[in-house]
């Protein structure tokens, strides 16, 4: 069984300053892919990072960064320089490999204020 | 990126109708499918994973028979709504992951937004 927990219904941040999304999750898979994906007003969701458990190093994709701490299950994710183009709902997500059955949290509206 | 689409994007149906809502990929092939509905400002839960040439798994609590998925070709996967209701309303969304690449990342379609009057 896979759960996923976003703590966070909302959050704010100021133009160009840093945010931190933060989630845990809960997997009975041995090997699994950790995901944040973003949803914006058009609803069409997009994958920002994604993070195979198997490797210690945090996944970087230019100013989006995760805190992949695998014994805490917890997987924040980090926004640098926030832009207002990044206001949306984001969702944390874990699949086992293999599986295909990907489960999310119920997401983190984030508003950036000009 | 590979490209997913949906369509209709919005579909307003009087109740007892039936809706089918298409699921494409656009340039890969997708052996695996996947549905999820969304309430408003909720996350996507997972209804159905859709096996091309086969039968489709469906999510604990969803009705098979309300919710008809066809996977006809690997690139089309096919959701039907029959004799939907109100409580049927929802935004529904389609994901795929490309075949054969095996990198967990799946590929949203746009939505597609079911009102049922």
């Known amino acids: 069984a896979q759960t996923v927990t976003q703590s966070q219904p909302e959050m704010s941040v100021q133009e160009a300053e840093t945010v931190t999304l933060s989630c845990t999750y809960d997997?009975?898979?041995?090997?699994?892919?950790l995901f944040w994906y973003k949803q914006p007003p058009s609803r069409q969701m997009i994958l920002v990072i994604r993070?195979?458990?198997?490797?210690?190093q945090n996944a970087t994709e230019n100013r989006f960064s995760v805190n992949f701490q695998k014994a805490a299950k917890s997987f924040s994710l980090k926004i640098s320089d926030s832009q207002l183009g990044d206001a949306a709902m984001y969702f944390c997500?874990?699949?086992?490999?293999?599986?295909?059955?990907?489960?999310f949290g119920k997401g983190t509206k984030l508003t950036v204020n000009p | 990126g590979a490209v997913v689409s949906q369509h209709p994007s919005r579909v307003i149906c009087k109740s007892g109708t039936s809706v089918k809502i298409e699921c494409r990929s656009l340039?890969?092939?997708?052996?695996?499918m996947f549905w999820y509905r969304q309430f408003p400002k909720q996350s996507l839960m997972l209804m159905a994973t859709?096996?091309?040439?086969?039968?489709?798994?469906?999510e604990q609590g969803v009705e098979k028979d309300k919710f008809l998925i066809n996977h006809a070709s690997l690139t089309l996967s096919t959701l039907t709504v029959t004799s939907a209701h109100p409580e049927d309303s929802s935004f529904y969304i389609c994901?795929?992951?490309?075949?054969?690449?095996?990198?967990?990342?799946?590929?949203f379609g746009e939505g597609s937004r079911l009102t049922v009057l």
């Open positions: 859709s096996n091309e040439g086969s039968k489709a798994t469906y």
């Open positions: 997500g874990t699949m086992g490999r293999g599986s295909e059955k990907l489960v």
């Open positions: 993070q195979e458990a198997y490797k210690q």
């Open positions: 994901s795929a992951e490309e075949g054969g690449r095996n990198t967990g990342e799946l590929f």
């Open positions: 997997t009975s898979e041995s090997d699994y892919y």
């Open positions: 340039d890969f092939q997708a052996t695996t």
